[in-house]
């Protein structure tokens, strides 16, 4: 896939992940804020993390960051607490694993999903890089959507 495709494939995963962030995260006019729109450069420069959203007043309630994993080498474990978490892979091969579940393998072209509330860990499994987009959302179990 080249960069292109890459773009179009980021762009369209946080336009999703926007459309769930719930209205408990109060909407621009309430808050005073508006986000604005913008192209993020992915472009790690061979460091191991780049934050690509911080969250407010960068998004309304979603983060996300390019992170570059040498083989071997883990995220280390975290819970995705009260947030969604999207997982979209650009190069190498690794796993998810979710803490009493599954394993979900990671190579590129995939995307994978981590629901609320799950301890999780990610892991380089391959010889090379494994690099990824993460995206995190407030999670909401909105009927409207």
Same mark, same amino acid.
């Given at each position: 896939?080249?960069?292109?495709?890459?773009?179009? =494939?980021?762009? =369209?995963?946080?336009?999703?992940?926007?459309? $769930?962030?719930?209205? #408990?995260?109060?909407? !621009?006019?309430?808050?005073?804020?508006?986000?604005?729109?913008?192209?993020?450069?992915?472009?790690?420069?061979?460091?191991?993390?780049?934050?690509?959203?911080?969250? !407010?007043?960068?998004?309304?309630?979603?983060?996300?960051? $390019?992170?570059? =994993?040498? +083989?071997?080498?883990?995220?280390?474990?975290h819970n995705t607490e009260a947030y969604e978490e999207?997982?979209?892979?650009?190069?190498?091969?690794?796993?998810?694993? $979710?803490?009493? #579940? *599954?394993? $979900?393998? =990671?190579?590129?072209?995939?995307?994978?999903?981590? +629901? +609320?509330?799950?301890?999780? /860990?990610?892991?380089?499994?391959?010889? *090379?890089?494994?690099?990824?987009?993460?995206?995190?959302? +407030?999670?909401?179990?909105?009927? /409207? #959507?």
């Amino acid at each position: 896939m080249n960069r292109t495709s890459w773009a179009g =494939l980021i762009v =369209l995963a946080l336009a999703c992940v926007a459309s $769930l962030i719930p209205s #408990a995260c109060g909407s !621009p006019e309430e808050s005073g804020a508006r986000p604005s729109a913008r192209v993020i450069v992915l472009d790690s420069g061979g460091e191991e993390y780049q934050p690509v959203l911080g969250g !407010p007043p960068e998004s309304l309630g979603m983060r996300s960051g $390019l992170v570059t =994993l040498a +083989p071997d080498s883990s995220i280390g474990q975290h819970n995705t607490e009260a947030y969604e978490e999207l997982i979209i892979v650009f190069e190498g091969q690794g796993e998810l694993r $979710l803490t009493g #579940a *599954e394993i $979900l393998p =990671l190579e590129p072209g995939v995307a994978a999903y981590c +629901p +609320p509330n799950t301890q999780h /860990d990610v892991v380089n499994t391959g010889s *090379e890089t494994l690099q990824y987009l993460y995206v995190v959302a +407030p999670a909401s179990n909105r009927g /409207d #959507a």
